[in-house]
């Protein structure tokens, strides 16, 4: 069976830039889950949806960032101007309902310069 | 808001040790989860905590969920070198506010020597 998919695995971008990050959750999960890893911080929940609709979106660092699920096989999260503090390594994380065990992404390595 | 202290943050053993890790809790949790992740891997589910009280065990790992709710522990026992990696554990707790949100621990680095 298909696990979480995410694209691209690594991005390399200039600050200024436009990031689109992409999930396809595992088939039958309603729930999808943005996270952010890095060292210093560890793993945040920046946003998360059930059944497509955003629940909580406290963890989203500021305004440049913006993530979408338009349907339930499809999400993006979305960095628009980037800066080299958004450098980290973003998962995506899927389960069967928000209360049940999250499976996770091999995730996006994220460079900012 | 509620926090998750993990312990120890990291581990170097000798291969064929028994390795215990835990979480505590500034508040009640409904749910416990054990992670490991390796180097450029997302995290991997080992074993899913819902009741207090609880020990499952997932072959040469074991975890708890505390009778308190506020805490768990992971046990791996005869440790090899492919258990090296970062175990995280996370919890969920009450109320509409934490319903689905995972706060997880710091992790733990666990190292084997052979």
């Known amino acids: 069976d298909a696990g979480v998919i995410q694209s691209p695995r690594h991005e390399v971008t200039e600050m200024g830039q436009e990031v689109t990050l992409r999930c396809k959750p595992i088939?039958?999960?309603?729930?999808l889950f943005w996270y952010r890893q890095t060292m210093m911080r560890g793993l945040e929940l920046l946003i998360y949806f059930n059944n497509n609709v955003p629940i909580d979106d406290s963890g989203m660092p500021e305004d440049r960032f913006s993530a979408k699920m338009p349907n339930a096989s499809f999400s993006t999260l979305k960095i628009q101007p980037s800066e080299p503090r958004d450098s980290a390594v973003y998962f995506c994380a899927s389960s069967l309902a928000s209360y049940k065990e999250q499976f996770f992404g091999p995730g996006t390595r994220l460079t900012v310069l | 808001g509620q926090q998750l202290n993990q312990s120890p943050q990291s581990m170097f053993i000798q291969e064929g040790e028994d390795v215990s890790m835990n979480c505590t809790s500034s508040?009640?949790?409904?749910?416990w989860l054990w992670y490991k992740q390796e180097p450029g891997e997302g995290p991997v589910l080992l074993i899913a905590l819902y009741k207090a009280g609880e020990l499952t065990s997932n072959g040469r790992l074991t975890a708890q969920f505390g009778i308190t709710r506020k805490d768990s522990f992971l046990n791996i026992s005869a440790s090899i070198p492919s258990d090296v990696g970062i175990y995280f554990c996370?919890?969920?707790?009450?109320?509409?506010?934490?319903?689905?949100?995972?706060?997880f621990g710091q992790g733990t680095t666990l190292q084997v020597k052979p």
């Open positions: 508040s009640i949790f409904n749910t």
């Open positions: 088939s039958g999960h309603n729930s």
């Open positions: 996370a919890g969920s707790g009450y109320g509409s506010s934490n319903t689905g949100k995972l706060i």
